[in-house]
Nanobody
């Protein structure tokens, strides 16, 4: 674990926005489906958003749909999670994960332990 590097977590007020970044210093993300999970204190990992490899396929959990977006910058080998209209219940450690996938129109927000690579997480706190 720890081969992805997340950044961008911070303390933000309710209604605010944050952009999380996920970089992969040691390998090319082009053939990996990326998923963002979060874990609040005392809770299980929750998949919130994911993105497929090359066709722009995305999926969002109902809890974040309409508020979060996910995107890739292939030139920078980085994936972003843009979060807006943040709520106190979005407070968690956010983890970036990657799963090798050579097809299209697929990503996974269910199986955290089934991913190939994980980051160490970045803390997002939504509080006034």
């Amino acid at each position: 674990q720890g081969q992805l590097v997340e950044s961008g977590g911070a303390l933000v007020q309710p209604g605010g926005s944050l952009r999380l970044s996920c970089a992969a210093p040691g390998f090319n993300l082009d053939y990996y489906a990326i998923a963002w999970f979060r874990q609040a204190p005392g809770k299980e990992h929750e998949g919130v958003a994911c993105m497929g490899t090359r066709d722009g396929y995305t999926y969002f959990a109902d809890s974040v749909k309409g508020r979060f977006t996910i995107s890739r910058d292939n030139a920078k080998n980085t994936v972003y999670l843009q979060m807006s209209s943040l709520k106190p219940e979005d407070t968690a450690v956010y983890y970036c994960t990657a799963k090798a996938w050579y097809g299209s129109s697929w990503c996974d927000v269910e199986n955290y332990n089934g991913m190939d690579y994980w980051g160490k997480g970045t803390l997002v706190t939504v509080s006034s």
